[in-house]
């Protein structure tokens, strides 16, 4: 299994490791299946402007890397630019990932939007296109098996 430099380089040197105390928005997701947890934190300021991001990711190297890119893709831009960083521009800003590590930019997805779902909770405000966070990504394979 090759991963690209990027790739090698977020797992190396992550970047935005850690959290952030009294965060505007935290989201956990995990995967049961690889057993990868991934939790964002947000510091988003009155512009709803993502002012800060911290990530702790408990798994594998892509998961680590995935989880650093994610935080570097949303820093810096606005709630709605944030929910537009899909697991496929995280996969892009990393050169790629193997077939059987896609999952783990899905996390970061997902993570993201966790933590974006919390901070309207908190703020009582809707954002328009965010869906409910689910817990383990693995409930979306199940779905599509039926």
């Not at 090759?2 to 992550?14: A, G, I, L, R, T």
């Not at 590590?101 to 939007?113: G, T």
Request: glycine share 8%; charged share 25%.
């Amino acid at each position: 299994m090759m991963y690209s430099e990027k790739v090698m380089d977020h797992f190396m040197h992550p970047r935005n490791m850690g959290e952030i105390e009294n965060a505007s928005g935290t989201g956990t997701v995990g995967n049961a299946k690889c057993g990868d947890i991934m939790r964002i934190f947000l510091d988003i300021d009155d512009d709803q402007v993502i002012r800060d991001v911290k990530f702790k990711t408990f798994g594998c190297g892509a998961a680590v890397a995935t989880s650093s890119m994610a935080t570097e893709l949303v820093k810096g831009k606005t709630i709605y630019e944030a929910l537009e960083v899909t697991n496929k521009a995280v996969m892009e800003a990393l050169d790629g990932l193997p077939q059987v590590k896609i999952h783990c930019s899905l996390l970061a997805e997902e993570a993201i939007h966790a933590a974006l779902w919390d901070y309207a909770l908190k703020k009582g405000i809707t954002i328009e296109g965010l869906k409910p966070p689910v817990n383990d990504i693995g409930e979306h394979e199940v779905e599509e098996e039926d």
